[in-house]
C-alpha cells in the first residue's frame, strides 16, 4: 500500500507521518521556517486529517484531504492566486497527494462564543462572507475547472435522481437509513425538488461559491487594528451552487447554540445581515423565497457531501457515518427551508 494513499488507516501510520513531516520540514525550510517541536494529529476522520507542527513563526497545519475531497488544495491555491480575501493563502501544497500547509488561522468562533453566546459576531461575518460569494461568481469556468461539485440549480435535479439510484446509501430498511415507505416519498419528490430548482434559478441570483459546512468551527476570528478580521475555513464540503444554501447550516448552528427555534427574531435578523448586499438589486419577497428553495435544495448538497466525504472508507468507517445520507435525505419529507 502506498503510503500516499488518502485513506484513514494509512494516515494513522508511522510511515505516512514520516513522509509527510518530511515534506512539511522542506516546505517550511524552503520558507526559512524550521520544525520546534513534535507534531500533533488532533484531527483523523474518512475524508481528512490534520498535523499541527509548531515552528519558529508560530503553528502550521498540513492538511490531507480524501478522494472525494481532493479539490480542496486545489480551491486554496486557486483562492491564493485570486487574492480571495477572508481565506488562508497556502505555504505549499501537493496537488498530487492532496496535501495542502496552512498558516495558523487564530481563534476559532466557537472558543469565543462558548463563554459567551451571542449573534453580534455573526451580524459582521455573514454579510463578510456573502461578500466573498459575490466576488467569487465571475470564477465560474475556473471553479468547474478544479472540480468543485456543480450543484447549480440547474444540476441538482439531475444530482438528487443519481443519488436516489445510488440505493447503497439509502440504508432502507436499516435504524439508520430509511423507510421503504420514505424512499418511495423521496422518488417522488423529483418533481418537486425540480420546481425549486426553476424557481430558484428564476429570481436570477447567479450561482457561486457555496461552503455548505458554514458553522462556527469554521469560522476563525483575528484581532486586527480596525476591529475583528475574519478568516473562513474548511473548503471540502464547498459546491458551486446558489450562495443562499450557506444559511441552512449557519442559521441551524446559531440556534443550537442560543436554543432558539428556527423562526426566532435572533436568526431572521442574521438572515437579513447575509442578504443585505442582494437587497439593492432584488425584491424582498424575492429574497425570501429564494433563501426557502436555497436551503431545501441545500439539504440535498449536505447528502451529496457526505456521499463524496466517505468516498474511499472502509467499511467500518462508513458504517460509522453511514446515517448521514439518508438522514439529509429524510430532512426533504420533514421540514421546509431550514
Not at 29 to 37: N, S
Not at 70 to 76: C, F, I, N, T
Not at 208 to 232: C, E, I, M, W
Request: hydrophobic letters at 45%; proline letters at 7%.
Amino acid at each position: 500500500m502506498s503510503p500516499y494513499d488518502a485513506r484513514t488507516r494509512v494516515w494513522k501510520t508511522a510511515e505516512w507521518r514520516t513522509h509527510a513531516l518530511a515534506w512539511t520540514t522542506q516546505r517550511l525550510a524552503d520558507l526559512g521556517l524550521r520544525v520546534t517541536g513534535p507534531a500533533e494529529q488532533p484531527h483523523l476522520r474518512p475524508w481528512s486529517t490534520l498535523l499541527r507542527v509548531p515552528t519558529s513563526d508560530g503553528p502550521v497545519w498540513l492538511k490531507a484531504s480524501g478522494p472525494g475531497t481532493a479539490y480542496e488544495p486545489r480551491l486554496l491555491a486557486s483562492f491564493g492566486r485570486w487574492r480571495t480575501p477572508h481565506v488562508l493563502t497556502p505555504l505549499a501544497v501537493d496537488l498530487d497527494r492532496g496535501w495542502c500547509l496552512l498558516p495558523d488561522a487564530g481563534t476559532s468562533l466557537r472558543s469565543l462564543l462558548a463563554a459567551r453566546p451571542e449573534v453580534g459576531y455573526w451580524v459582521d461575518v455573514l454579510p463578510t462572507y456573502a461578500e466573498l460569494q459575490r466576488g467569487l461568481t465571475p470564477r465560474t469556468e475556473e471553479l468547474l475547472a478544479i472540480g468543485v461539485p456543480d450543484l447549480r440549480p440547474e444540476a441538482i435535479s439531475g444530482a438528487y435522481v443519481g443519488l436516489l439510484a445510488d440505493t447503497g446509501w439509502l440504508r432502507i430498511g436499516a435504524p439508520d437509513g430509511l423507510s421503504v415507505a420514505d424512499a418511495h416519498r423521496l422518488r417522488a419528490l423529483a418533481s418537486e425538488v425540480s420546481r425549486w430548482a426553476r424557481q430558484l434559478a428564476a429570481v436570477g441570483i447567479p450561482p457561486t461559491l457555496q461552503h455548505d459546512d458554514f458553522h462556527d468551527g469554521n469560522v476563525f476570528v483575528r484581532q486586527a487594528s480596525g476591529g475583528p478580521a475574519y478568516v473562513f475555513l474548511d473548503w471540502g464540503d464547498a459546491s458551486f451552487a446558489h450562495p443562499f444554501g450557506s444559511l441552512l447550516a449557519s442559521l441551524r448552528n446559531v440556534a443550537s447554540r442560543l436554543d432558539v427555534p428556527m423562526d426566532a427574531a435572533e436568526l431572521q435578523k442574521l438572515r437579513d445581515a447575509y442578504l443585505e448586499p442582494w437587497s439593492a438589486s432584488f425584491d424582498r419577497a424575492d429574497l425570501l423565497d429564494a433563501v426557502r428553495w436555497a436551503t431545501q435544495l441545500a439539504k440535498v448538497g449536505r447528502a451529496l457531501a457526505w456521499q463524496r466525504a466517505l468516498a474511499g472508507a472502509s467499511a467500518t468507517e462508513r458504517a460509522t457515518y453511514a446515517g448521514s445520507v439518508p438522514g439529509w435525505l429524510g430532512e426533504l419529507l420533514t421540514s421546509d427551508g431550514w
